[in-house]
């Protein structure tokens, strides 16, 4: 269990192992250290609710309160401030608020909750967020806007309803997602996690390696075809074990009660699940994957886009590709081509330039060599040298010591705010007692920096450009040290 439940490692693949060593695993263990699991869950965030600041509703519990979301008026039974309960509130208070039936939408399962505006004959609130309370109470969080509020007005509703349908499909678009995931990569997924939103959703599931280019679209095709086939969900209360006969699955971070509300898009999905759903698959529009990418051990988290915040990626695309096309001088359809073309042109401009600086490189070695001087039997050359890296700069080194044969080379070169330092000794001269690295740290210390290397190469940099000349001097020094 520790396995699955801390680093995502399938239980099937813990099965399939320990059949090759011919064992069995626990499944009664599994399955109850999965039941401790979730009820700590559901305590944690039973004890996160209870911390909202409400005032006590014991008072509430002989009214009969219910969650309609056809409904377009009811009445006030509870205003409170904190933990203080009003029989009025007015303009600017932030309060809680609980009507008799109500049509706003609770936080839950990983869907926001509903906002919008409560209205009444002598004032306005405006609904920031809905949430329910542990034992299921409905309750509104918000601030009033106008006027005054109080117990027992008869109020209307105004909920933000584009929100709550971005949202709908958003959460429809979650439970085809995680059914497409099962029948891709396989039954071991299970939700970790979702969040949905009006312009996105976010769903965290156990998996145990990257999901690839070619599995993402196999999953986006799939939840595409069940919108273009314009399924009608079926959404049904029943009891937990009627659920339970019929294959649903529970979505993270739902409480269940003995009934149950059962999410079914035929032939397709099936799942546990308080949240607002669209009536139909095609209110969807179109479903498209943001990213995908791991948050954990054996834990992947996908971000998609649904209806109106897909069509408004298609087109900023499209209108970014038409840029592209107009600065590439050519048409949409043909950028692909157009760009292999640039990468070609690319690489053989990069290839005749590093032709040409090498040649001007050698055409430079004689002012080079003219600094060789002699260390015991062997050339020695240090010069400053103009170079665009420190790849220039050792293949530099390189061709002065092919010229020189045997002996030692160390280069140095100044670029915008600091030195650069590479020595090169040919093997005779390491055998003799040279040591490059030790060459080319003293070199760097005398100009503010340090570094080090193998006996035959090494390189270094300093901060202080300034200084490249009395450096290259003290490596001077440091080479003629060495001469036995």
């Known amino acids: 269990f520790k396995l699955y439940d801390t680093y995502g490692f399938p239980w099937e693949l813990t099965e399939e192992i320990a059949g090759e060593a011919g064992l069995t695993i626990d499944m009664a263990g599994f399955e109850s250290a999965m039941a401790e699991q979730r009820a700590r869950a559901r305590a944690a965030r039973e004890d996160v609710d209870a911390k909202v600041a409400t005032p006590d509703i014991t008072f509430l519990r002989d009214e009969k309160l219910s969650d309609d979301e056809s409904a377009t008026s009811s009445e006030i039974l509870m205003l409170g401030e904190g933990a203080t309960r009003l029989d009025n509130a007015s303009d600017g208070m932030e309060v809680t608020l609980i009507v008799r039936t109500t049509p706003f939408h609770a936080e839950g399962g990983g869907q926001l909750g509903d906002t919008g505006f409560i209205v009444g004959p002598m004032g306005k609130m405006e609904v920031h967020t809905t949430k329910k309370l542990p034992e299921g109470t409905t309750y509104h969080v918000g601030t009033i806007v106008e006027g005054n509020l109080q117990v027992g007005d008869t109020v209307q509703f105004e909920v933000d309803t584009p929100r709550r349908l971005a949202m709908a499909r958003n959460h429809t678009a979650t439970h085809l997602l995680h059914a497409a995931l099962k029948q891709v990569l396989g039954n071991h997924v299970n939700q970790a996690g979702s969040l949905v939103m009006p312009d996105r959703l976010r769903f965290d599931f156990t998996h145990f390696s990257p999901v690839t280019a070619e599995e993402l679209k196999q999953i986006t095709d799939l939840v595409n075809g069940e919108i273009l086939k314009a399924v009608s969900l079926n959404i049904q209360e029943m009891s937990m074990d009627e659920a339970k006969k019929l294959g649903a699955m529970a979505l993270f971070g739902e409480k269940y009660g003995d009934r149950v509300r059962v999410v079914t898009v035929p032939d397709f999905s099936i799942e546990l699940c308080g949240g607002s759903h669209v009536v139909n698959t095609a209110v969807i529009g179109t479903f498209r994957i943001l990213s995908e990418g791991g948050i954990g051990s054996g834990v992947r988290r996908i971000e998609a886009v649904t209806g109106e915040a897909a069509l408004q990626l298609a087109q900023k695309e499209q209108a970014e590709l038409r840029e592209v096309a107009t600065l590439l001088k050519t048409k949409p359809e043909d950028i692909v081509v157009r760009a292999q073309q640039l990468v070609e042109e690319t690489k053989q401009l990069e290839h005749e330039l590093a032709a040409a600086r090498k040649e001007l490189m ?69 055998k003799a007692g040279f040591h490059a690295g030790n060459i080319v740290k003293a070199t760097a210390q005398a100009a503010g920096g340090n570094g080090g290397g193998r006996p035959d190469m090494a390189q270094a940099g300093g901060k202080n450009p300034s200084a490249l000349e009395t450096a290259l001097e003290k490596g001077k020094e440091t080479i003629l040290s060495m001469v036995k």
């Not at 010069?383 to 030692?408: F, P, Y």
């Not at 280069?411 to 005779?428: E, I, R």
């Open 362 to 430: 050698s055409g430079g070695l004689d002012a080079v060599l003219n600094t060789v001087f002699d260390a015991d039997s062997f050339k020695a050359v240090v010069a400053d040298v103009k170079a665009a890296d420190m790849d220039e700069l050792r293949s530099t080194a390189d061709m002065v010591r092919d010229k020189i044969g045997s002996g030692i080379v160390l280069l140095g070169m100044a670029n915008d705010d600091k030195v650069n330092f590479v020595c090169m000794a040919t093997k005779d001269a390491v």
